[in-house]
């Protein structure tokens, strides 16, 4: 997989770049997939429409506070794996850079929700998405967090527990990493 992470600044920039990777790396068969991050609808339909070959994966914000679920269904309908990052709403880097007074971990429908299940409110963060049919990456340099995060799969969130958890608010209209809609 050659993997494009996406410079929001600039699209022109990355259409060019993904039309190279295209005919260096992937046409004569240097790799077998490419991958983008960032890329909204809109983006994607650029990649259709100049008839390049579709990347394999979509990496992008999603979590409870951040769910494009058009962009997921999108993704799907192409055959594009989605992947989210910062699954559990960045809790060591949003309230300072966005000045929250709180974090998707200590949302109440997410801890009562853990507490039910008997794990940690990450591992219902991480269960949300993976029953969204999103693949998450979890990020830590905490070992014990990363076994910890490795045990969400064996929740199994009710439709009612997945709707209240994809009801809840965000503190911010924003994204919490730079949000790829404000631009072209």
Known sequence: LFFNHRNVLDVEREKCILHAV???VFSPGKTRAIG????EKNHLEDIISMG???PALNQVEYHPYWHEDELVAFCEKYNISFNGYSPMGCPDWAPASHNWTHRLLDEPVITQIATKHGVPASQVALAWEW?????????TENPEHMKENLSFFNIK???EEVES???????????VCPDPSKIL
Request: hydrophobic share 25%; aromatic share 4%; proline share 9%.
């Open 131 to 139: 029953q969204h049919g999103v693949s998450v990456n979890p990020r």
């Open 157 to 159: 969130l009710s439709d």
């Open 22 to 24: 295209c005919h260096c």
């Open 52 to 54: 390049e070959m579709l």
């Open 165 to 175: 958890i994809g009801s809840i608010k965000p503190p911010t209209k924003s994204k």
């Open 36 to 39: 983008v991050s960032n890329f």
